[in-house]
């Protein structure tokens, strides 16, 4: 059974710091690419940073230079550094595989709150 554990998130002020964590279940992790995906509200699922299995990165714009995609395959977790964090990066955050697995499966997610 597949299973996605998102950690991490919480209430910080701008120009501050996160490390979100996920962890995989149920899935063959290693070759698994994943991503991270936000949520704000009123707005669609967006995907901002990706990491192959060999461990290739990718990050939309609106996040390059400031968060990290990273994974560890002996503990079949994924993890988003989040620096420099802006108001506009408030959303709650996702991980899945990339492209997300079929059949609509999303974890809880973990919620980012940047704010002063």
């Known amino acids: 059974q597949v299973q996605l554990v998102e950690s991490g998130g919480g209430l910080v002020q701008p120009g501050g710091s996160l490390r979100l964590s996920c962890a995989a279940f149920?899935?063959?992790?290693?070759?698994?690419?994943m991503g991270w995906y936000r949520q704000a509200p009123g707005k669609e699922r967006e995907l901002v940073a990706a990491i192959t299995s060999p461990g290739r990165t990718n990050y939309a714009d609106s996040v390059k230079g400031r968060f990290t995609i990273s994974r560890d395959n002996a503990k079949n977790t994924v993890y988003l550094q989040m620096n420099s964090l802006k108001p506009e990066d408030t959303a709650l955050y996702y991980c899945?595989?990339?492209?997300?697995?079929?059949?609509?499966?999303w974890g809880q997610g973990t919620q980012v709150t940047v704010s002063s």
């Open positions: 149920g899935i063959i992790f290693r070759l698994s690419a």
């Open positions: 899945n595989k990339q492209p997300p697995l079929s059949g609509g499966y």
